[in-house]
């Protein structure tokens, strides 16, 4: 059974991770309008991503898998705050709501979580790796394969990548030649779901972020069962818990995707007294009643410069960025490449 200073140290680690990929994104998304390699602020949200990836390397070799990758949720609880910094916005219902059904939903599976430190041998990750690769194969092959199906393959990539990533850190005595090929595999199934989860985002942003970060921790969790021997405290309720917090998860997931992946318009409304200033109402309102006409912002203004009602009544959205699903060594999605 892992210790619990073990469980603390990859809960922490997990935290940080999350954290870090966050920020990640945040800043590339920031940098995406120009030449990308040309901005600081592209290559310092690199380093993020580059730190948090490295944490969640180091996590898996304290925690359990399932444990580990279900804790990859926590990346969309941590855009919360720092999205509403960004967009100089307060934190809406539903990323509240968002954040407290992912964050209950994950102390919960922390408290009945009692799987041993044991991972996958070489032989094995091999195996699950090609199990993984065929099905990627069948789905890139897939015209019609729709974007949750992309997403789903997506997450499942990331999902095994990171099966294989704890085996090799495990198991670094196994030789030079399995590690290697193990870690070419590791990179091969990031790419694969790299490129599967933006094909995913063709249909929309939302359900597909979801899908693939609830993919990830499912797929590992068939790991941890049927190959790993995964254990959970308290018996057949533990079992229960587990499921429950399943579904709570998947819920908060969706929220907290559907929220970030909507911009939240702070739009101020001019007052009539700054209309009137800027030559947007009177005049029209005027001609309006001498022709006998209500006044009518759907009449064309000619003669009215570029602040006019149309322009007057638009101001720029501001919108929460959002941030996709993310791997052992890779962060995905509306990111800069």
Known sequence: MIPAWSVVVAVALCVVSAVAYAAGALLQQQAAAGPVLRNP??????????????????ALRYGSLTLVQALGALT???????????????????????TALTT??????????????????MREGFAVALAAGAIMAWAALSPRL?????????????????????????RLDSGAAAVGAGMAAVVALNVAAVWFTQRSYRTGLAAPLAVGTVANP????????TLLQQRF???????????ACAVILTLGVFKLAGAQAQPVVQQARPSRRRLR?????????QRARSAGQPASSSQPLRDHPAGSLEHAHTSPARAAPSLPARGPLVSVGARAA
């Open 104 to 121: 209950g939903a994950l102390v919960a599976l922390v408290a009945v979580s009692g799987s041993s430190s044991q991972a996958l041998s």
């Open 41 to 58: 602020r592209w290559w310092l949200g690199m380093t993020s991503n580059g730190l948090g990836a490295l944490l969640h390397v180091v």
């Open 233 to 243: 405290s308290g018996g057949a309720a533990g079992v229960v818990v587990v499921l």
């Open 218 to 225: 499912v797929t590992a969790a068939l790991i941890g069962i």
């Open 146 to 170: 729709p974007g949750l199906g992309a997403a789903a393959v997506g997450g499942m990539g990331f999902g095994v990548a990171s099966a294989l990533t704890q085996a090799i850190t495990l």
């Open 277 to 285: 200033g800027r030559g947007a109402v009177g005049p029209c309102s």
């Open 76 to 98: 969309l609880v941590a855009a919360v705050p720092l999205a509403a910094a960004v967009a100089r916005r307060s934190v809406t219902r539903a990323e509240l709501t968002g």
